[in-house]
T-cell receptor, first 108, second 115 residues
Framework: KQEVTQIPAALSVPEGENLVLNCSFT??????LQWFRQDPGKGLTSLLL?????REQTSGRLNASLDKSSGRSTLYIAASQPGDSATYLC???????FGTGTQLKVEL | GAGVSQSPRYKVAKRGQDVALRCDPI?????LFWYQQALGQGPEFLTY????????KSGLPSDRFFAERPEGSVSTLKIQRTQQEDSAVYLC?????????????FGEGSWLTVV
């Protein structure tokens, strides 16, 4: 059974810092991977989708990469802002198997 | 509406009661997913539809859970004889394409509490 680990589980940083969130899959045969953010009491919002033919995607201050040989993905957030505070989840595979997320808090 | 719509947003059910949760996907989206999310956990896959066909129901935790999408648009997740461990947020998601290689859009969820 596919399992997903996200590290760190929680992170608190001052505004302006660059940060890295990690995601790894026990079965490295991940062909599609998405990063989502979830605000309290809300659904998930897709941030970036890495399709089978891609290795990374960028949107604004966000960059996500996927190493298919190891089944590891990284989400890089540049110049973090208080509005980035949320839980970040990675999901991969046909059924979108999720990790438990990284709770991010960006402080003023 | 522009997004995935779920109703009810909040439901309190007495143990043993049947509940039905509705999902209105984005118009034209072929794929529809249901997930269960416990507090502090990531969403767990329940079932997947491609149009009206239920292609994968391997995540449904028991035969008390049933999902349908009879006309390939609106979907209903039904839970019979609810139990306390069914308390969770039930998330619906849809995507345009036929695989997970497309951006997936989530609704805000139906919060179920079984008392």
């Amino acid at each position: 059974k596919q399992e997903v680990t996200q590290i760190p589980a929680a992170l608190s940083v001052p505004e302006g810092e660059n940060l890295v969130l990690n995601c790894s899959f026990t079965d490295s045969a991940i062909y599609n991977l998405q990063w989502f953010r979830q605000d309290p009491g809300k659904g998930l919002t897709s941030l970036l989708l890495i399709q089978s033919s891609q290795r990374e995607q960028t949107s604004g201050r966000l960059n996500a990469s996927l190493d298919k040989s190891s089944g590891r993905s990284t989400l890089y957030i540049a110049a973090s802002q208080p509005g980035d505070s949320a839980t970040y989840l990675c999901g991969g595979g046909n059924k979108l198997t999720f990790g438990t997320g990284t709770q991010l808090k960006v402080e003023l | 509406g522009a997004g995935v719509s779920q109703s009810p947003r909040y439901k309190v059910a007495k143990r043993g009661q049947d509940v039905a949760l509705r999902c209105d996907p984005i118009s034209g989206h072929v794929s529809l997913f249901w997930y269960q999310q416990a507090l502090g956990q990531g969403p767990e896959f329940l079932t997947y539809f491609q149009n009206e066909a239920q292609l994968d129901k391997s995540g449904l935790p028991s035969d008390r859970f049933f999902a349908e999408r009879p006309e390939g648009s609106v979907s209903t997740l039904k839970i019979q004889r609810t139990q306390q461990e069914d308390s969770a947020v039930y998330l619906c998601a849809s995507s345009f394409g036929r695989s997970s290689g497309n951006t997936i859009y989530f609704g805000e969820g139906s919060w179920l509490t079984v008392v």
